[in-house]
């Protein structure tokens, strides 16, 4: 869930030892663990191990303003974020001011992820697949399991963020599409688009509506359609799907929802061309039209009706009738559960709900 602890005990006792057994049981698990010492000799006693200055960029001279050269999204940040453990040796040896920083910095480096919290030293991760569905990962055999469940969020950014993390969870190997970028073809100042916008400025490029350019997939993962595909036969923009093999030139799915519902569908590569006009470029992006769909933006649940529903909001919705849409999907009070997360001036278990003001004006 969570924590700080203190292991202390006088030379001799076995404290490396300890160390050294949690990092291997660690580290088999496939997690990262960062080993880290007050002291330079200290650290090769440790697999791996860093002086805490050179692995958290702590400056030598120190005082209470003192802040870590972190920066959000730098690969040190990826790998800190990603630690299920930091171990830090010999931690009576150096200065208050050495921790003040770091929890600092990793309080900064872990605000954007929805596993922060706020409350904990260092703004500790907490679990949320337990939020979600504790029981996913024993009932994926289960006929029809996600053909009622979803997770809703308000932004793409958390839904990526939940898809990513229950995508990590999911047993089993995971296969990695990369998708093909170019600039449309046009007429007007193609020579300069075709000079300005690489593949790999293209690659990044993410918005609604348009799958990313790195999908990786795993069998039994729950994914949406983003075209509308065959509609007779139910793949529209936003059937909900179930992987069941993935092949190089198509996926294999069977479908969890619309009147075709069981159904075994292929899904191919396409050109899919965004419409956001917000682009700096047309451009088009030869991929598998889904992503993952652990968790949804709240829009694209609309219309739809299940009988387990997990809001998790990180922060307040913004738009007009959102919570409504939100808490209106589910079937039953017991079957929804809601995560409110850093909701700042808001009292405890207490969101916003926006709404205008002329929905008033007549009652």
Request: charge should be neutral.
């Amino acid at each position: 869930m969570g924590g700080l602890f203190f292991l202390y005990g006088q030379g001799g006792c076995g404290k490396t030892f300890l160390w050294s057994t949690i990092s291997c049981s660690i580290r088999f698990k496939g997690g990262i663990i960062l080993n880290v010492v007050s002291s330079r000799i200290a650290a090769l006693l440790l697999s791996n191990g860093r002086t805490a200055h050179s692995r958290f960029k702590i400056s030598l001279v120190i005082n209470e303003d003192s802040l870590c050269s972190i920066k959000q999204e730098s690969p040190l940040a990826r790998l800190i974020s990603k630690a299920k453990l930091i171990t830090w040796d010999e931690a009576p040896m150096i200065s208050k001011y050495c921790y003040e920083a770091l929890d600092k910095c990793l309080r900064d480096i872990l605000r954007c992820l929805y596993s922060y919290n706020a409350h904990l030293p260092f703004g500790a991760l907490d679990d949320l697949i337990d939020f979600v569905y504790p029981d996913m990962l024993s009932n994926l055999s289960v006929e029809n399991y996600f053909n009622d469940r979803a997770i809703l969020a308000p932004t793409l950014d958390c839904v990526a963020d939940v898809n990513n993390k229950m995508t990590t969870g999911l047993p089993g190997q995971e296969r990695v599409y990369l998708s093909s970028d170019s600039v449309c073809a046009e007429e007007e100042n193609i020579e300069f688009e075709l000079d300005a916008f690489s593949p790999e400025i293209l690659n990044g490029i993410n918005c609604s509506g348009l799958p990313p350019h790195k999908l990786v997939m795993k069998v039994g993962a729950p994914v949406m359609l983003l075209r509308n595909i065959d509609q007779t036969n139910g793949l529209s923009n936003g059937t909900r799907m179930q992987v069941r093999r993935m092949g190089n030139h198509v996926i294999e799915c069977k479908t969890l929802t619309s009147n075709k519902a069981g159904s075994i569908v292929l899904i191919p590569r396409l050109n899919l061309i965004p419409n956001n006009e917000t682009l700096p470029v047309r451009f088009q992006r030869r991929q598998f039209p889904i992503i993952m769909s652990f968790a949804m933006g709240i829009n694209n649940s609309q219309g739809q009706t299940l009988s387990k529903v997990r809001i998790y909001l990180p922060r307040p919705v913004f738009t007009h009738g959102q919570l409504y849409v939100t808490l209106s999907r589910v079937t039953s009070k017991d079957g929804l559960r809601v995560l409110l997360q850093d909701h700042g001036h808001l009292e405890d278990n207490c969101t916003m709900n926006v709404l205008y003001r002329e929905v008033f004006e007549s009652l």
